[in-house]
């Protein structure tokens, strides 16, 4: 009866894991989230402040499909602001978060047969966009060698005449690791032979805890690479405005043009007095962000001790708010009601369901015998939810 399409779709797992931690709240359990990415703070004052004043002013009608011209301009003076770049207003595009920009990115730019390069792991929407897309999903493996990062080697490895697009995402969710330069400019190297597009995913560019104020683009690093990196961002995260569905990207006109077209054929724009919202946002006191950062940084320091202490092997992040430990060495044993636990899956539904902790299997990102842990939570919750994880590991036998 639905289109084979739509046989094949799976709901996103960590949206998944989320709803079904709330359900189990709602049904009495005491349950700590660790499974979505999502800042608990909210959206700063001045935000607001200014999307109320929008909706006071009657600002809420339909826009262009790309977005209101303040929040295109404001979208290029903050780029300009955070990596030296220049761009027109008419190079930068409004979409309903970065999710829905990087779904339609891949829809006007990938023909059936395409190659998308996914480095793994990866962020678990972006095998589905593509697929949808109708493109082939070439994700190369990342190893811990090179701290899930890709390579030169690996890349030229996988690179055929049917690339069409890479996407690269740093910080990286899941694992928190960061580009530098250098590795950017090797990347960079290669592609520059090439005519891949990359779409290169900034969303946790300022949550980075290395003492700079954003990380490394590729976009800085190789000038003639430039004009094909499509700069997506967003408004969910730096802000807290998940709710708000605001994404951006920045690149070449042809493909922000044929973006708008899709948009105004499917969705339209993005909320009206939310786009008022993410003007003051982007240009407004930067400091409830900063502070918001420091907070960020002791919850990390929190999870790091506590997986110290439970002896479970991690790469230090450096940026998002995530962790990606392994948990290779508990897979093959036993929970104390003597199921084994074989795969990621099976040890996040055990932690679920013993300790009422919920985090995301390391295979919903392409990679077993590892977990997700966001830690965007306060640090009551977090330090209760970090405990029951060193009782559920010890457990184990
Ligand atoms: N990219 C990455 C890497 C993400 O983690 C997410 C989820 N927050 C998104 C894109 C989509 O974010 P949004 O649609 O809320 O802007
Ligand atoms: N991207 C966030 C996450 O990885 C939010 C959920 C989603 O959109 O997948 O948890």
Not at 286 to 312: G, H, M, P, W, Y
Request: hydrophobic share 40%; aromatic share 8%.
């Amino acid at each position: 009866m639905l289109a084979t399409r739509a046989q094949r779709l799976k709901p996103s797992a960590t949206l998944a894991l989320n709803a079904k931690a709330h359900d189990l709240t709602r049904a009495g359990r005491d349950i700590v989230s660790l499974a979505v990415g999502e800042p608990d703070w909210d959206t700063f004052n001045y935000i607001k402040e200014a999307a109320k004043k929008a909706l006071d002013e009657g600002f809420t009608k339909y826009t262009p499909a790309a977005g209101i011209p303040d929040l295109r301009a404001a979208l290029v003076e903050r780029t300009k602001i955070d990596l030296g770049l220049t761009y027109e207003p008419n190079q930068a595009l409004v979409g309903l978060g970065a999710k829905h920009v990087i779904y339609n990115l891949l829809q006007v730019l990938c023909n059936p047969g395409d190659e998308v390069i996914i480095p793994t792991p990866y962020w678990v929407s972006y095998p589905v966009m593509a697929e949808l897309a109708e493109a082939k999903v070439v994700a190369p493996v990342c190893s811990q060698k090179t701290n899930f990062k890709l390579s030169p080697e690996v890349l030229k490895n996988v690179l055929s005449a049917k690339t069409k697009v890479i996407i690269l995402n740093s910080p990286n969710n899941p694992t928190g690791q960061v580009y530098t330069a250098e590795e950017l400019k090797n990347l960079a190297n290669v592609l520059e032979r090439t005519g891949v597009w990359v779409i290169s995913d900034d969303i946790y560019d300022r949550m980075v805890f290395t003492g700079d104020s954003i990380v490394p683009n590729i976009a800085q690093v190789n000038e003639k690479l430039r004009e094909r990196v499509l700069l997506v961002n967003s408004m969910s995260k730096t802000y807290s405005m998940t709710g708000w569905r605001l994404g951006s990207v920045i690149g070449d006109k042809r493909v922000i043009d044929a973006c708008a077209n899709f948009q105004s054929q499917s969705s339209s724009s993005g909320v009206t007095f939310a786009q008022k919202g993410a003007v003051q946002a982007l240009l407004g006191p930067q400091k409830d962000f900063e502070e918001a950062l420091k907070e960020l940084a002791s919850r990390k320091s929190i999870v790091s001790k506590c997986l110290t202490e439970a002896n479970i092997e991690f790469l230090e992040p450096q940026g998002a708010f995530y962790f990606w430990p392994s948990i290779e060495k508990f897979l093959g044993r036993r929970t104390p009601q003597g199921t084994e636990i074989k795969t990621s899956t099976e040890f996040s539904a055990a932690l679920l369901d013993l300790e009422g902790v919920a985090v995301v299997p390391g295979i919903e990102f392409g990679m077993e015998g590892f977990v997700r842990l966001s830690y965007a939570l306060n640090e009551k919750r977090l330090c209760e939810g970090m405990s029951r994880i060193q009782r559920f590991v010890s457990s184990l036998n």
